[in-house]
């Protein structure tokens, strides 16, 4: 969208997410992430750590739900989304600024985990379906190139 601030900030989530609904019924996942760049000093031959840059992210509806299931404290995701700023008064009366991500995707980083993924299924009762293993009479289980599963 114009005017927007694209961002993608892959870090260590620092706190539990917290899932909350608006008056209106949305569901709204809000947690703290932190990215630390490290640099190779050549000097003393280590790598050392920078300033850690910490930052709010709220996910909505569906995916607010999603993230409040399978994202914990010490994970490291990856969110893609826009920045945004807020300002507020602090109780000193003096304007401060905030800034938070609002994300369209968070996923769990893969460089040092692995993940087992599965397909929410909002219209099923029962438990989500790992990828590749669609349920019984789905008439979406394939993808339209040969027998592929359609993600």
Known sequence: MSGETPITMTGNVVADPELRFTPAGAA??????AATPRKFNRQTNAWEDGEPLFLGVAVWRQQAEHVASSVLRGMRVIVVGHLTQRQYEDREGKTRSSYEIQADEVAPSLLRATAVVTKANGTQQGAPQAYGQQPAGDQWATG???NEPAY
């Not at 709204?28 to 992430?33: G, L, S, T």
Request: charged share 10%.
């Open 28 to 33: 709204v996942c809000n947690f703290r992430m």
């Open 144 to 146: 339209g190139y040969g």
